[in-house]
């Protein structure tokens, strides 16, 4: 059902990095500078992480990054730590007042 | 506090209809527009449609437009959204979402089950 693919899991160790694909089409995450990406815990709303591709709110550390090469979007997080743990997801605008989201990232800190 | 509180979970039957509430509080609620979006168990989001809460001006997605309404009462300021003829792959839980700088969801209300079964 998602539109934009993502890997279902990804995992590391504390302190390593850790990179989340998120890919679309030249019609959504190739055509527009409006990648986000969220995270979400159990049972819980999503929180935003990042916007605009590259773009963290306040608040977010900067051992989050984004990027964007072509139709596939990344989201990296170095230093990884224990609360990074949870779901990510991302989401892309896709013109004409539409979103598309990811199926979602499953991170685990091992 | 800015938030979005929505209201609780709903059981209904297959082509009932139900309606949803998000009240913002801690912010001017006229700023934004409101998203609403839903995740069925396991999915990732899926974006339903927003709501200017300025004027009331809407945009639904292909997939529901025949079945959704989405309006807002300044007033108290809530969102509401309205979906009909519910079906059972309507379950879900339903999120309210502000738009923030026209492309983000930055605030997100608590989510709201909603759950279609005979």
């Known amino acids: 059902q998602s539109v934009l693919t993502q890997p279902p899991s990804a995992s590391g160790s504390p302190g390593q990095s850790v990179t989340i694909s998120c890919t679309g089409s030249s019609s959504d995450v190739g055509a527009y500078e409006h990648v986000s990406w969220y995270r979400q815990h159990p049972d819980k709303a999503p929180t935003l992480l990042m916007y605009?591709?590259?773009t963290r709110p306040s608040g977010v550390p900067d051992r989050f990054s984004g990027s964007k090469s072509g139709n596939t979007a990344s989201l990296t997080v170095s230093g990884l730590q224990a609360e990074d743990e949870g779901v990510y997801f991302c989401?892309?605008?896709?013109?004409?007042?539409?979103?598309?989201f990811g199926g979602g990232t499953k991170l685990t800190v091992l | 506090q800015v938030q979005l509180v929505q209201s609780g979970a709903e059981v209904k039957k297959p082509g009932a209809s139900v309606k949803v509430s998000c009240k913002a509080s801690?912010?001017?609620?006229?700023?934004?527009?409101m998203a609403w979006l839903r995740q069925a168990p396991g999915q990732g989001p899926e974006w339903l449609g927003w709501l200017s809460t300025h004027n009331n001006n809407t945009f639904y997605a292909r997939k529901v437009q025949d079945r959704v309404s989405m309006t807002s009462d300044t007033s108290t300021n809530t969102a509401f959204l309205d979906l009909r003829g519910l079906k059972s792959d309507d379950t879900a839980t339903y999120y309210c979402?502000?738009?923030?700088?026209?492309?983000?969801?930055?605030?997100w209300g608590q989510g709201t089950l909603v759950t279609v079964s005979s």
């Open positions: 605009d591709v590259t």
């Open positions: 989401s892309s605008y896709a013109g004409s007042y539409t979103w598309l």
């Open positions: 979402a502000r738009i923030w700088g026209g492309y983000q969801f930055d605030l």
């Open positions: 801690g912010y001017t609620f006229t700023n934004y527009a």
